[in-house]
Nanobody
């Protein structure tokens, strides 16, 4: 069973930055297209950044230019650098393999205050 462990969330003022990290317990890490999702209170979970099979990266329009996803196949981690945070970025953030989703981890809470 693959475990996903997200970390790095916290409380930050609007305009600030956070870096999230996700560790995946699979030896086949490099074979998957990883992504970061978020779920705000009362809303559906949405995909905010992910790798495509060809190696390109897609971002949701709402985070484009502010968030950067990266991965380290050797460490089996995928990170999300979040800059210029806005109130509407407040959510629980999760990582998962987009092309073959595993059971969700506990996520990491990001709260942006004014």
């Amino acid at each position: 069973q693959v475990q996903l462990v997200e970390s790095g969330g916290g409380l930050v003022q609007a305009g600030g930055s956070l870096r999230l990290s996700c560790a995946a317990s699979t030896s086949l890490f490099s074979l998957f297209t990883w992504g970061w999702y978020r779920q705000a209170l009362g809303k559906e979970r949405e995909l905010v950044a992910h790798f495509r099979s060809g190696g390109t990266i897609d971002y949701a329009d709402s985070v484009k230019g502010r968030f950067t996803i990266s991965r380290d196949n050797a460490k089996k981690t995928v990170d999300l650098q979040m800059n210029s945070l806005k109130l509407e970025d407040t959510a629980v953030y999760y990582c998962n393999a987009v092309n073959r989703p595993f059971s969700w981890g506990q996520g990491t809470q990001v709260t942006v205050s004014s």
